[in-house]
């Protein structure tokens, strides 16, 4: 099978994926306690007509499937709607505060990759040695680490003791100088479990193919020790990396949110707290639809990845 036919036929199978997440998260945001008409008249006491009449405006009178299909008809030509609190559209308030956590989640995700694949090799490299145990310590450690308690602690001391760092965001632009310092700590916070991650996997990985024949017989050949590694096992010891290094796109958007809150970041994450504080229903669909879309592209990249990588994969029913 040609890498372009897997790709569509994996494109396919994502469809009826991505409708139920879809399904998932309109009927989750409903089903929550709380009545968004007390929202939408700010809890005044109003009568039951003018509530009836709201409910009828934003449709919330129509049984929940039929909410949910009108809603899916909007969203398949990106109309989110509007916001009931802010009066804002749904589009433009997400349009706002994407960028910044892309650029985040970005971040986090080039520094996991360039701490975790180098390291790993390292460890599996000088397996047995003192190396390779610190290796293994400092990545069990960065893996059971929370979040929000690395965050804290990093702000504490760089940013309140140290003053090294703002311990909230400048008025600036996105990209400038003073903004991309400020989020070298939300990137290490963010990052340091996926490097964790990435490190254990890379190390496992690679100590299994040193073991296999061809890396044998390369050695056999008089090659040297950093051509066997980085020109023969390399490459297939990044297979199972890849998996888990695309899945990481996407859990970091999801892991920004509390990262966001930590460091007042102005992301989907901050966002997506804030509505759901203020029960902001359009708000907070269209950021968890967001999230459930990115987990769902994400694993089809990293199945096209796979395929490309392994070729074999493409035969398997």
Do not use: C
Request: proline share 4%; glycine share 8%; hydrophobic share 55%.
């Amino acid at each position: 099978m040609s890498i372009g036919r897997y790709a569509l036929r994996r494109t396919l199978i994502s469809i009826p994926v991505l409708l139920g997440a879809t399904a998932i998260t309109f009927s989750f945001v409903h089903i929550a306690p709380g009545d968004p008409v007390d929202v939408l008249v700010g809890f005044d006491a109003v009568d039951d007509a003018t509530r009836d009449a709201l409910r009828a405006e934003f449709g919330l009178d129509r049984p929940l499937w039929q909410q949910y299909l009108l809603w899916l008809a909007d969203v398949l030509v990106l109309e989110f709607g509007e916001s009931p609190i802010t009066g804002r559209e749904v589009g433009a308030t997400i349009g706002d505060r994407l960028p910044a956590t892309l650029l985040l989640g970005l971040s986090a995700w080039v520094l996991s990759l360039s701490i975790g694949i180098p390291a790993g090799i390292f460890a599996a490299t000088n397996q047995g040695e003192i190396e390779d145990e610190v290796g293994r310590i400092a990545a069990l450690a960065g893996i059971a680490t929370p979040n929000f308690w690395l965050g804290l602690v990093l702000l504490f001391v760089f940013g309140v003791q140290l003053g090294w760092f703002r311990v909230t965001p400048p008025d600036a632009s996105l990209l400038s100088l003073e903004m991309l310092w400020f989020m070298v700590l939300p990137a290490i916070t963010l990052g340091t479990a996926a490097a964790a991650l990435v490190m254990r996997l890379m190390r496992a990985s690679m100590r299994q193919e040193l073991r296999k024949e061809y890396v044998m017989a390369a050695r056999a050949r008089g090659l040297s020790e950093r051509t066997v590694v980085l020109k023969h096992a390399l490459r297939n010891s990044l297979t199972a990396v890849v998996t888990v290094a695309g899945l990481q796109i996407a859990f970091l958007v999801d892991g920004a949110i509390v990262v966001e809150q930590v460091f007042s970041w102005p992301g989907m994450g901050l966002l997506l707290v804030e509505s759901v504080g203020r029960r902001d229903l359009p708000v907070v669909q269209a950021i968890v639809l967001l999230i459930a879309v990115s987990v769902v592209v994400a694993n089809l990249l990293v199945d096209i990845a796979y395929a490309v990588l392994d070729p074999r994969i493409r035969y398997d029913r």
